[in-house]
C-alpha cells in the first residue's frame, strides 16, 4: 500500500526567512497530493494541494513543487510570520474524490521571534 | 452549514468498556474517513467509507468497527476498549457535486482508556 515520508519531524525558522517541507511517497499511481496546517487542538485544514498532471502551485506566501520521477513533493513557505507556527501534514492519494488519502508524520515548524 | 461535527468531545472509558463515536457531514460529500492521531505522530487511516453503502478497511483498523447509516452519518465503534486505543479520532469527508478533493476534517474526539 501507500506509503508516505515526511522530513524534519521539527523546524525551526525565523521569522521572515523560508521553511522548506520534504514528503517522498511509495506508490507511483498516486495522482493528488495534499497539504495540511494542524493548529494546537483542532483538526487539520487544508492549505495547499497539488495533481500529478501539474509540476508547482503557488498561493500567496505557500507553495508546493512536485518530482513525479523522484516521488518528492514540498511545501515551501516564503516570508514566514508568527502565525506559521503549527504542525504541517504532507499526503498522497490514489484515484479520484472518493479514494482514501495517507499522511506523513507532521512537521513541528516554530518560527522564532 | 456546520461541516463537519463529532460527538463527544471528550470520552474516558475504562479496559473492556464499549462505545460509540459520532460523525455528521451536511456538505453532501459522498465519502467519509476515520482517522487517529497519537501524540506527536501523523493521523492514520482506520476506514473509510467511499460511498454511502459501502465501507473499507484502512492502515489501523484492529479494535474497530464502522458504520455508514446514510449518505451524512459515520460512526465508530469501539466494541472492547484497550488503552492502546487511547488517542484523538478525527473524522473527515470529501467528494461533493463539484467533485472536490478537499478533505474536511471534525474537531476531533479525545478519548482515553484506562
Known amino acids: 500500500g501507500e506509503n508516505v515520508e515526511q522530513h524534519p519531524s521539527t523546524l525551526s525558522v525565523q521569522e521572515g526567512d523560508s521553511a522548506v517541507i520534504k514528503c517522498t511517497y511509495s506508490?507511483?499511481?498516486?495522482?493528488?497530493f495534499p497539504w495540511y496546517k494542524q493548529e494546537l487542538g483542532k483538526g487539520p485544514q487544508l492549505i495547499i494541494d497539488?495533481?500529478?498532471?501539474?509540476g508547482e502551485k503557488k498561493d500567496q506566501r505557500i507553495a508546493v513543487t512536485l518530482n513525479k520521477t523522484a516521488k518528492h513533493f514540498s511545501l515551501h513557505i516564503t516570508e514566514t510570520q508568527p502565525e506559521d507556527s503549527a504542525v504541517y501534514f504532507c499526503?498522497?492519494?490514489?484515484?479520484?474524490?472518493?479514494?482514501?488519502?495517507?499522511f506523513g508524520s507532521g512537521t513541528r515548524l516554530s518560527i522564532r521571534p | 452549514n456546520a461541516g463537519v461535527t463529532q460527538t463527544p468531545k471528550f470520552q474516558v472509558l475504562k479496559t473492556g468498556q464499549s462505545m460509540t463515536l459520532q460523525c455528521a457531514q451536511d456538505?453532501?460529500?459522498?465519502?467519509m474517513y476515520w482517522y487517529r492521531q497519537d501524540p506527536g505522530m501523523g493521523l492514520r487511516l482506520i476506514y473509510y467509507?467511499?460511498?454511502?453503502?459501502?465501507?473499507d478497511k484502512g492502515e489501523v483498523p484492529n479494535g474497530y468497527n464502522v458504520s455508514r447509516l446514510n449518505k451524512r452519518e459515520f460512526s465508530l465503534r469501539l466494541e472492547s476498549a484497550a488503552p492502546s486505543q487511547t488517542s484523538v479520532y478525527f473524522c473527515?469527508?470529501?467528494?461533493?457535486?463539484?467533485?472536490?478533493?478537499?478533505?474536511?476534517f471534525g474537531p476531533g474526539t479525545r478519548l482515553t482508556v484506562t
Open positions: 473527515a469527508s470529501r467528494g461533493g457535486l463539484a467533485y472536490t478533493y478537499e478533505q474536511y
Open positions: 506508490d507511483s499511481a498516486s495522482n493528488y
Open positions: 497539488i495533481r500529478s498532471n501539474v
Open positions: 499526503a498522497a492519494s490514489i484515484g479520484g474524490s472518493a479514494s482514501k488519502i495517507i
Open positions: 456538505m453532501n460529500h459522498n465519502s
Open positions: 467509507s467511499a460511498s454511502e453503502g459501502t465501507t
